[in-house]
């Protein structure tokens, strides 16, 4: 196996754990927190996605698929457009509410095609590249992705378990 096809296999989990999580739900039971600090469904699924397309875009040098496809007005959030959640407050995460699951999932959707498109023509030359010297050590391509992919399938298993307790309630 390539790692075009490691990284492929590896973020298209990740679709499957989201539609998992979301579809069928009401727009009430995407937005139910089982605290008032805790993230709902909507928040950690629209956050995950927020996340990869601002990551994959980053290291692909191209635009996020969150302005150039619309999402970000067909999700009308309160935030600036550049927001993905992370310092999030739990009034910040009380305000991504959506009516249907399938506005979260064609997002995620269009973010996982982008990345799929991105991570299919990777080389393992390519993994060493430097992406981000703010941090020491600097940051390569590999790491970032590992990284990304990591933090989307964290959250869609929290998105999972919370559906599993509205599911019970």
């Known amino acids: 196996m390539d790692v075009a096809a490691l990284l492929t296999d590896a973020f298209s989990r990740i679709g499957e754990e989201v539609h998992g999580a979301a579809d069928g739900l009401s727009a009430e039971q995407l937005a139910h927190r089982i605290d008032a600090e805790a993230n709902s469904i909507g928040w950690l699924i629209w956050h995950l996605s927020r996340v990869q397309d601002d990551h994959v875009a980053g290291v692909a040098g191209s635009e996020q698929v969150w302005t150039t496809q619309g999402w970000a007005d067909r999700f009308g959030l309160p935030f600036p457009v550049g927001a993905i959640g992370y310092g ?3 009034d910040d995460v009380a305000q991504v509410r959506v009516d249907s699951p399938e506005l979260l999932t064609g997002y995620y959707d269009a973010v996982a095609a982008r990345t799929l498109e991105y ?4 080389t393992d030359d390519d993994l060493d590249r430097v992406v981000d010297e703010a941090w020491d050590p600097p940051v390569t391509l590999g790491v970032r992705l590992v990284s990304v992919i990591d933090d989307c399938a964290q959250h869609a298993g929290q998105a999972a378990f919370v559906r599993g307790i509205v599911e019970r309630r």
Not at 119 to 122: A, R
């Open 88 to 90: 999030h407050s739990s």
């Open 119 to 122: 991570v299919g023509g990777l």
